[in-house]
């Protein structure tokens, strides 16, 4: 089993920013992807970036956020970091992290473990 636990989110003003972080404690040495989702209010879950634990840190990021959003690893600290910078009010949402075991996990459903996720508040 792997532990999940989110922190850093809280309210900031619209072009401000924030950083998640996702410490990950268990058998860690079974995940080879970690990525951050979010859901907004009466939407569905969404991708928000993911990133690879092994084979150079591949990072693949939702149209919406490139160029505001850098998400990022200490493999010394087992944690996955996201950078958010130039929020906007669409932004608010609950930010969840999720770690899978598969290296080519680019689903929802190929995750395996989720945090309790993180809230968001980005007022205009």
């Known amino acids: 089993q792997v532990q999940l636990v989110e922190s850093g989110g809280g309210l900031v003003q619209a072009g401000g920013s924030l950083r998640l972080a996702c410490a990950a404690s268990?058998?860690?040495?079974?995940?080879?992807?970690m990525g951050w989702y979010r859901q907004a209010p009466g939407k569905q879950r969404e991708l928000v970036a993911t990133i690879t634990i092994t084979s150079g840190g591949s990072t693949n990021y939702a149209d919406s956020v490139k160029g505001r959003f850098t998400i990022s690893r200490d493999n010394a600290k087992n944690t996955v970091y996201l950078q958010m910078n130039s929020l906007k009010p669409e932004d608010t949402a609950v930010y969840y992290c999720?770690?899978?075991?598969?290296?080519?996990?680019?689903?929802?459903?190929?995750?395996?473990?989720w945090g309790q996720g993180t809230q968001v508040t980005v007022s205009s």
């Open positions: 268990g058998n860690i040495f079974s995940i080879n992807a």
């Open positions: 999720a770690a899978a075991r598969s290296l080519m996990a680019t689903t929802e459903e190929m995750y395996n473990y």
